[in-house]
């Protein structure tokens, strides 16, 4: 017999009814906790279920952003059982959702994590330490309608923590950060501050730097495979391989994910510009209001990194990202515009 949830120790609250009249009376809500090949956990008020998704889902789905992923909340089918499988019948609208391009050469997407309210964007202070990295997570998660939160791990390795605190909090704009050591026990209370019922967080970042070992410090308990302590090297093994959801004692839902080895950012524009808000403000004061910060007269962005007040590196890091969201949005509009068509004489056919 498997444990039974309660809907609101897993995060349930009304917001998240919008649009469920349409799947009638017989149905029964339930959170996806791991999602394997086109297979998911899903912990339920009658325990954890497996469950897969409907024929007609899979037919209507134009995208990944169609099926489920771990943290959605979905409507299962009370009455179908296929193969000890539960039909899933619809997925409720997310309330966010943080996702990445998938490795490789397609312009899929791939969701990391649903409805999730904190992203807890780890990196550690040694050798993992990098900012413009850590400019990536952020704008990720501001695209992704989670709040994010820095935890800067491993504080007992380095030697200059204020001094990358310092560094780190020059780029955040009034995010939270904290130094953590699980070795020393050090922050993980700060962690603990922004759990409670109902409040759902991801820890993200590369591999290795520490996520799973957080969680269980939280857990209490060694829940979450982490890696051998002999493992700490350059290119870490991946340890954490399904993202996995998972009730605090205390309250609260976590979401595990494994290290991303490819960062690539996703039709993201928009949040380039709240992450980089120094940058945005600046080119508002350049002579020219098209000012492409090259070549122009009075231009404020070539001012300030003149005048040391806004890094070279730093403007250089928000050039190669705006490129990076310009390509990926070109190849994303021609996806669509494909899917438009297939779409559109599909329902030209259906008329004749
Ligand atoms: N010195 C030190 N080592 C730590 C700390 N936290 C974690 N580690 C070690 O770092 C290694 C990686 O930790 P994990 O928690 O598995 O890392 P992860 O981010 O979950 O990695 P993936 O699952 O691969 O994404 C393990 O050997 C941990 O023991 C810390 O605060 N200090
Ligand atoms: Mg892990
Ligand atoms: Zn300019």
Redesign the pocket.
């Known amino acids: 017999m498997t444990n039974k949830y309660n809907l609101l120790d897993l995060g349930w609250n009304e917001c998240f009814e919008k649009g469920i009249e349409q799947y009638g009376d017989s149905y029964s809500i339930g959170r996806v906790a791991v999602e394997y090949r086109s297979l998911y956990k899903v912990y339920t008020e009658d325990g954890e279920i497996f469950a897969s998704v409907s024929g007609k889902m899979i037919n209507s789905a134009t995208g990944r952003d169609d099926y489920p992923a771990v943290g959605d909340w979905v409507i299962l089918d009370k009455n179908s059982n296929q193969n000890d499988r539960t039909i899933i019948r619809g997925i409720l609208e997310r309330k966010s959702k943080f996702s990445r391009k998938v490795a490789g050469n397609s312009f899929d997407e791939q969701i990391i994590a649903a409805n999730i309210d904190i992203a807890f964007i780890?990196m550690s202070l040694n050798n993992n330490f990098n900012l413009r990295r850590l400019e990536r997570y952020i704008t990720m998660a501001w695209d992704s309608g989670a709040r994010p939160v820095v935890l800067l791990?491993?504080?007992?390795?380095c030697k200059d923590v204020d001094e990358k605190l310092d560094q780190t909090s020059g780029i955040l704009f009034g995010i939270d950060v904290h130094c953590?050591?699980?070795?020393?026990k050090s922050g993980i209370s700060e962690v603990e501050n922004y759990l409670e019922k109902g409040i759902t967080v991801a820890?993200i970042?590369?591999?290795?730097?520490?996520?799973?070992?957080?969680i269980?410090e939280l857990l209490g308990e060694s829940r979450?495979?982490?890696?051998?302590?002999?493992?700490?090297g350059e290119k870490?093994?991946?340890?954490?391989t399904n993202r996995e959801l998972v009730i605090l004692p205390e309250g609260g839902v976590v979401i595990?994910?494994?290290?991303m080895r490819e960062l690539h950012i996703l039709d993201v524009s928009d949040s380039i510009d709240t992450a980089f808000k120094d940058i945005e403000g600046l080119s508002l004061k350049c002579k020219f209001s098209d000012c492409t910060h090259s070549s122009e007269p009075n231009c404020a962005v070539k001012e300030a990194i003149s005048n040391g007040t806004l890094s070279k590196k730093r403007y250089e890091s928000y050039v190669k990202l705006k490129k990076e969201a310009e390509y990926t949005e070109r190849k994303l509009n021609r996806k669509a515009e494909i899917q438009y068509k297939k779409l559109a004489k599909k329902f030209t056919k259906s008329l004749r």
């Open positions: 780890c791990t491993k504080a007992d390795l953590i050591s699980c070795v020393s820890f970042g590369s591999s290795g730097v520490g996520k799973s070992t957080i269980n979450q495979i982490t890696q051998e302590v002999s493992n700490i870490g093994r991946h340890t954490t595990d994910t494994p290290g």
